[in-house]
C-alpha cells in the first residue's frame, strides 16, 4: 500500500463519524500523490503525512448563557489548533447549529495549506459553536461571546492563536469577543481580526474575501486569454463573502443574476441590485423573501437552484457541500467555463471530478477564497506596528497576494504536469511550505 493510501486510511480509522474532515484528507493527499511519491522515502520517514492530519492541539468546551427568557442554555465550543508549523495559528470561528468536530476539523485542515498559500507568516486553526444565532437578540448575542470568550481566552493570543469570522461571525460578534478577552485578559493587542476600525481593524477586511476571489478568477481568466468584462455570473449565498464578491465583480463589469441563503434563492435576470441586497443582510438582518419588494421583476424560489442558471462562472459562495454532482452536470450542460469556490469545500468531490473531467477550470477554495485571512495577516501586521494603512494599500496588497497565488498554483500545477489542475496546484503548493517546515522544525 502506498503511504498516501496508508495515512488516508489511518486517518478514517482513527477518526470515526467525520465525514467531512475525512471528504477534506482524502481531497488533499490523494493530489499530493506526485510529490510524496517523488520524496516517499523522506516525508515517511519524518510521518509528516501522520503529523499534517493529526492537529496539534483539539479544544471542547461548554458554553452557558442565559437567553431573554432568563433561561440557562447550554452549546458546545470548539478550538481546533492544527498547525503552526510557519507561524501562530490562525483561522475563523463558525456558529452555526450544523458545528461539530469533523466540520471543525475539516476546515482547520484546509486552513493549513490556505494560509501556507497567502505567503504570511500563519499557522491553520478553526473553531466555533452549535450556538444558531438565527432570531437571537443582540444581548443574547453578546452573552454567548462573552462566554464562549471566557473559555478561550486561555488558548489563544496575538502570538499564538488568532481566531477572526466565518459563518454567523462577522463585526459585531468580534466586537463582543474582543471587548470580553480584553477584560479577563487584561491586554489590547491583535488577539481576533476582522475587528471594527475603531479598535484596530483593517480597512478592506470586510471585503477581503470576496474581493480577492474575483481578483483570482480575473488573473485566471486574462491568462486565458479571456476578460471578465461582459461574463454572467452566478453566486451562492448572501452573506459577507457572497455580497462582496457580487461587488467586485459588478465593479469589474460582470453580471451576476443570484444569490441565495438556506431558505431560498434569487434569480435577478438584470443583475442583482447590491444596494437592495446589503440593506437586507447587513441591515436589517431579514431573509432573501424581501428581494422581491426591491426588484417586482426578479424571481424568488425557496430551496435550492442556483446551479441551474446559464452562466459563464458560478461561484459558490455559501456552505460544505452545496455543489453536488446533479449540479456540476447542469453547469456544464449549460456552457460554465469556470467554478471558483469562495467557500471552504463548497464542491463534492465527485462534482470537482466531474467538472475536471469536462475541462471546466475549477479554483478551489484553499486558494480562491484566501483573499480573507491573507487580508487578516495584514490585520495582524498593522496591529504589531500599531498603525493602520489606507485602504488603497491593503486593496492593493489584496490583489497582488491573489495574483501570486494564481501563479504559484499554476506553476506547482505545470511542474508536475497538470496544466490547468488548479486542486492538485494548490495542495501541492500550500504543502510543500509547510512540510519543508516541519522538517526543519525537527520531531515536535
Ligand atoms: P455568512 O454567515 O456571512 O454567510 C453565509 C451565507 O451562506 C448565508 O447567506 C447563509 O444563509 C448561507 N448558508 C450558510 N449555511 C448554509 C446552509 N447549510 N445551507 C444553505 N445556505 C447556507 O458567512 P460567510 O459569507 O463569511 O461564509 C461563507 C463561506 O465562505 C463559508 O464556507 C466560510 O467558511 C467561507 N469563508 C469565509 C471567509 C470570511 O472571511 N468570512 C473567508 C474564507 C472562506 P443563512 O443566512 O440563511 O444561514
Ligand atoms: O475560512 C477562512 O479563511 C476564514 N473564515 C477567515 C479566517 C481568518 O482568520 O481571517
Same mark, same amino acid.
Given at each position: &500500500?502506498?503511504?498516501?493510501?496508508?495515512? =488516508?486510511?489511518?486517518?478514517?480509522?482513527?477518526? !470515526?463519524?467525520?465525514?467531512?474532515?475525512?471528504?477534506?484528507?482524502?481531497?488533499?493527499?490523494?493530489? /499530493?500523490?506526485?510529490?510524496?511519491?517523488?520524496?516517499? +522515502?523522506?516525508?515517511?520517514?519524518?510521518?509528516?503525512?501522520?503529523?499534517?492530519?493529526?492537529?496539534?492541539?483539539?479544544?471542547?468546551?461548554?458554553? !452557558?448563557?442565559?437567553?431573554?427568557?432568563?433561561?440557562?442554555?447550554?452549546?458546545?465550543?470548539?478550538?481546533?489548533?492544527?498547525?503552526?508549523?510557519?507561524?501562530?495559528?490562525?483561522?475563523?470561528?463558525?456558529?452555526?447549529?450544523?458545528?461539530?468536530?469533523?466540520?471543525?476539523?475539516?476546515?482547520?485542515?484546509?486552513q493549513v495549506f490556505k494560509n501556507s498559500l497567502t505567503g504570511l507568516p500563519i499557522g491553520g486553526g478553526k473553531g466555533g459553536s452549535d450556538?444558531?444565532?438565527?432570531?437571537?437578540?443582540?444581548?443574547?448575542? &453578546?452573552?454567548?461571546?462573552?462566554? /464562549?470568550?471566557?473559555?478561550?481566552?486561555k488558548y489563544i493570543g496575538a502570538d499564538t492563536d488568532v481566531p477572526a469570522g466565518d459563518i454567523g461571525v462577522g463585526a459585531r460578534e468580534?466586537?463582543?469577543?474582543?471587548?470580553?478577552?480584553?477584560?479577563?485578559?487584561?491586554?489590547?493587542?491583535?488577539?481576533?481580526?476582522?475587528?471594527?476600525?475603531?479598535?484596530?481593524?483593517?480597512?478592506?477586511?470586510?471585503?477581503a474575501t470576496g474581493y480577492g476571489l474575483l481578483y483570482i478568477v480575473n488573473e485566471m481568466l486574462k491568462n486565458h486569454g479571456l476578460l471578465?468584462?461582459?461574463?454572467?455570473?452566478?453566486?451562492?449565498?448572501?452573506?459577507?463573502?457572497?455580497?462582496?464578491?457580487?461587488?467586485?465583480?459588478?465593479?469589474?463589469?460582470?453580471?451576476?443574476?443570484?444569490?441565495?441563503?438556506?431558505?431560498?434563492?434569487?434569480?435577478?435576470?438584470?443583475?442583482?441590485?447590491?444596494?437592495?441586497?446589503?440593506?437586507?443582510?447587513?441591515?436589517?438582518?431579514?431573509?432573501?423573501?424581501?428581494?422581491?419588494?426591491?426588484?417586482?421583476?426578479? +424571481?424568488?424560489?425557496?430551496?435550492?437552484?442556483?446551479?441551474?442558471?446559464?452562466?459563464?462562472?458560478?461561484?459558490?459562495?455559501?456552505?460544505?457541500?452545496?455543489?453536488?454532482?446533479?449540479?456540476?452536470?447542469?453547469?456544464?450542460?449549460?456552457?460554465?467555463?469556470?467554478?471558483?469556490?469562495?467557500?471552504? &469545500? !463548497?464542491?463534492?468531490?465527485?462534482?470537482?471530478?466531474?467538472?475536471?473531467?469536462?475541462?471546466? =477550470?475549477?479554483?478551489?477554495?484553499?486558494?480562491?477564497?484566501? $483573499?480573507?485571512?491573507?487580508?487578516?495577516?495584514?490585520?495582524?501586521?498593522?496591529?504589531?506596528?500599531?498603525?493602520?494603512?489606507?485602504? +488603497?494599500?491593503?486593496?492593493?496588497?489584496?490583489?497582488?497576494?491573489?495574483?501570486?497565488?494564481?501563479?504559484?498554483?499554476?506553476?506547482?500545477?505545470?511542474?508536475?504536469?497538470?496544466?490547468?489542475?488548479?486542486?492538485?496546484?494548490?495542495?501541492?503548493? $500550500?504543502?510543500?511550505?509547510?512540510?519543508?517546515?516541519?522538517?526543519?522544525?525537527?520531531?515536535?
Open positions: &500500500m502506498s503511504y498516501v493510501d496508508e495515512v =488516508i486510511e489511518k486517518t478514517i480509522l482513527k477518526n !470515526p463519524n467525520q465525514p467531512e474532515f475525512h471528504q477534506a484528507v482524502k481531497e488533499v493527499l490523494n493530489s /499530493l500523490r506526485p510529490v510524496i511519491d517523488a520524496h516517499e +522515502e523522506e516525508y515517511k520517514r519524518n510521518a509528516i503525512l501522520e503529523r499534517i492530519t493529526n492537529p496539534e492541539r483539539q479544544i471542547i468546551f461548554r458554553v !452557558p448563557w442565559v437567553d431573554d427568557k432568563g433561561q440557562v442554555q447550554i452549546n458546545t465550543g470548539y478550538r481546533v489548533q492544527f498547525s503552526s508549523a510557519i507561524g501562530p495559528y490562525k483561522g475563523g470561528l463558525r456558529l452555526h447549529p450544523s458545528v461539530n468536530l469533523s466540520i471543525i476539523k475539516f476546515l482547520g485542515f484546509e450556538f444558531d444565532p438565527k432570531g437571537k437578540s443582540d444581548r443574547e448575542i &453578546m452573552a454567548f461571546c462573552q462566554s /464562549l470568550m471566557t473559555e478561550l481566552y468580534i466586537g463582543y469577543l474582543f471587548g470580553q478577552y480584553k477584560r479577563i485578559h487584561g491586554t489590547f493587542e491583535g488577539v481576533l481580526t476582522g475587528k471594527g476600525l475603531t479598535y484596530g481593524g483593517s480597512l478592506a477586511r470586510t471585503e471578465i468584462a461582459g461574463k454572467t455570473i452566478t453566486v451562492s449565498g448572501a452573506g459577507n463573502v457572497a455580497i462582496y464578491a457580487i461587488e467586485k465583480a459588478q465593479q469589474l463589469g460582470a453580471k451576476v443574476v443570484t444569490c441565495s441563503d438556506s431558505n431560498g434563492w434569487v434569480y435577478d435576470p438584470d443583475g442583482i441590485d447590491l444596494k437592495a441586497l446589503k440593506e437586507i443582510k447587513e441591515v436589517k438582518r431579514q431573509r432573501l423573501t424581501e428581494y422581491k419588494n426591491y426588484r417586482p421583476a426578479s +424571481e424568488y424560489h425557496s430551496g435550492k437552484g442556483v446551479w441551474s442558471i446559464k452562466c459563464d462562472i458560478a461561484l459558490p459562495c455559501a456552505t460544505q457541500n452545496e455543489l453536488n454532482l446533479d449540479d456540476a452536470k447542469a453547469l456544464v450542460a449549460n456552457g460554465v467555463y469556470a467554478v471558483a469556490e469562495g467557500a471552504n &469545500m !463548497p464542491t463534492t468531490a465527485d462534482a470537482t471530478e466531474y467538472l475536471l473531467a469536462n475541462k471546466v =477550470i475549477f479554483l478551489p477554495g484553499k486558494a480562491a477564497n484566501a $483573499g480573507g485571512v491573507a487580508t487578516s495577516a495584514l490585520e495582524m501586521s498593522q496591529n504589531s506596528e500599531r498603525l493602520n494603512r489606507s485602504f +488603497e494599500e491593503v486593496d492593493a496588497k489584496l490583489k497582488s497576494i491573489m495574483e501570486g497565488i494564481y501563479h504559484n498554483i499554476d506553476k506547482a500545477a505545470k511542474k508536475y504536469g497538470y496544466e490547468d489542475n488548479f486542486v492538485i496546484g494548490a495542495n501541492i503548493a $500550500g504543502f510543500e511550505k509547510v512540510a519543508d517546515a516541519m522538517i526543519a522544525q525537527g520531531v515536535i
